[in-house]
């Protein structure tokens, strides 16, 4: 059993939450985290790069100069992969760079990460984060108070909040998203983990869940 300690928008501890290690995962499967790291930024590329073979350049394609007797290399067309505007000798092609990762494996491998930011004494429990209208100054205020300035930080909500997700897109790598869009790559990137009790249980229950 872990106890992390809570604390209050101004810093100070007002209790502890005790959370299972196995609750959420077994053990950290460090292959399993890389496969599901690799397999989101796979999933963003483009795949748009595209370059010219030596086919789809412009130029003639008539021998350059004899074979023989010049004193020089032998040369072909001018469209030869050797030369300056030449075309690519193993052109790119637009492709589709997508692949998915069973389901079961990708929400374990969530949990794996945040157990992983859990043993690191990387996660940052808060009471609650509520603003009745968007407040950016006292999202910093509460970022300052908790230690989590001046760094990368995902907040953690139980649910999509909108005040909290205003108050703080304008602070530089600051991240907000619910529970429910947790994934191992957004739970990795950031230096810390700033989550709310609300969404700790939301996530001991979708574990709990998986479990059954």
Not at 9 to 34: C, E, F, M, S, W
Not at 77 to 100: D, E, I, L
Not at 123 to 136: H, R
Not at 160 to 189: G, T
């Amino acid at each position: 059993m872990v106890s992390l300690p809570v604390y209050n928008r101004t810093g100070q501890q007002v209790g502890t939450y005790d959370l299972d290690p196995a609750a959420l995962a077994p053990k950290i499967n460090k292959q399993l985290l890389h496969d599901v790291v690799v397999m989101y930024q796979s999933n963003l590329r483009q795949g748009t790069a595209r370059t010219r073979s030596r086919a789809e350049v412009a130029g003639s394609t008539k021998k350059m100069y004899r074979q023989k007797g010049t004193g020089n290399a032998r040369a072909g067309s001018r469209r030869s992969p050797v030369r300056v505007g030449g075309g690519h000798t193993f052109a790119k092609r637009p492709r589709n760079w997508y692949f998915r990762l069973p389901k079961k494996a990708v929400q374990l491998a969530t949990r794996m990460a945040l157990l992983s930011k859990i043993t690191s004494e990387q996660v940052v429990v808060i009471d609650e984060l509520k603003f009745g209208t968007p407040k950016t100054k006292e999202m910093n205020t509460i970022l300052k108070a908790l230690k989590c300035d001046g760094t990368s930080v995902l907040v953690a909500t139980a649910a999509l909040d909108r005040p909290v997700y205003l108050s703080a897109r304008n602070i530089d790598r600051v991240s907000v998203l619910p529970v429910s869009d947790l994934n191992a790559l957004c739970i990795l990137q950031p230096r810390k983990v700033l989550v709310t009790k609300a969404a700790l249980d939301a996530i001991k229950q979708r574990a709990a869940a998986a479990a059954e």
